[in-house]
């Protein structure tokens, strides 16, 4: 996947980033200051991006706050921005907008239960069916209105989401800490691997999302499908990434 500029919100060169020294130059009031300003755009897309995933669960505004705490968090750690920081920064800023979904535990645990039955029923109907149910089909077959399959879709994907955000971020501690080149290469060699596990729409959509930061809206009109469709494709290939990571 290539990386845009240096704000690219890359999953492969945020490895790369991850690689900062223990000793990070600090930085005083007034550059901190500039830099936050100077990044704000940063927060922002990555909150239009997220907030487009987890439908309602937290307003704009408070996750633009929570990404500027975790953009302050990267500057400290980092120390003056190059051409690498805008990498490291999404993964802070990302990191602590979903920390801060899961110290919510936004999804009570009755609702989440309900998620894995209705899973477990569009699973059951695509063996029945022998091919993979329309949203229409699968909506019918639990009982639901389209509206309210659409909005199961999205809490589901943002459910998938946070699990494999835990992921993404135990690989870039595994490069941070990795003693050698050797082994940094091969933590971001694997990650390379996951996104090759993809067949090329999946690809195509976790690049848009990810890379490109559209939402499932935008993501749709490009590929000319829906919403809900986007978000099984998005869910499909980050169950994919996530095991080839843990493999």
């Known amino acids: ?18 690689q900062v020294a223990d000793y990070a130059p600090v930085l ?9 300003v100077a990044y704000a755009p940063l927060v922002k897309r990555i909150v239009r991006q997220l907030g487009a995933q987890v439908s309602g669960v937290m307003g704009r ?16 750690r980092y120390g003056m921005p190059d051409a690498g920081f805008g990498s490291f920064a999404s993964l802070r800023i990302r990191g602590a907008i979903l920390d801060e979904l899961r110290r919510q ?17 569009v699973r059951a109907l695509t063996r029945s069916l022998g091919r993979e149910p329309s949203d229409t089909e699968a909506a019918a077959s639990l009982g639901l209105t389209p509206e309210a399959y659409a909005q199961y879709q999205l809490d589901d994907g943002a459910e ?20 050698g080149p050797e082994e ?6 694997s990650l ?25 809206k935008e993501v749709a009109a490009v590929l000319d499908l829906s919403d809900a469709r986007v978000c099984q ?10 095991a080839a990571l843990k493999g």
Not at 192 to 216: G, N, P
């Open 61 to 76: 505004e408070d996750m633009e706050q929570i990404g500027l705490m975790g953009l302050l968090e990267a500057l400290r």
């Open 184 to 189: 940094q290469f091969m933590v971001k060699r």
């Open 105 to 121: 535990d936004w999804r009570p645990r009755a609702v989440r239960q309900d998620s894995h039955k209705m899973r477990d029923q």
């Open 28 to 36: 005083d009031a007034r550059e901190e200051q500039r830099q936050l």
């Open 233 to 242: 494709l998005n869910k499909a290939a980050l169950a994919k990434m996530k």
């Open 1 to 18: 996947m290539p990386v845009r500029d240096e704000h690219a919100n890359d999953y492969g060169s945020a490895y790369g980033a991850a």
């Open 192 to 216: 390379e691997q996951a996104l090759m596990a993809l067949d090329e729409r999946e690809q195509r959509v976790i690049q848009m999302i990810y890379e490109f930061e559209l939402s499932y």
């Open 160 to 179: 998938l989401l946070l699990s494999f955000d835990e992921v993404l971020q135990e690989a870039a501690e595994r490069a941070h800490s990795a003693p």
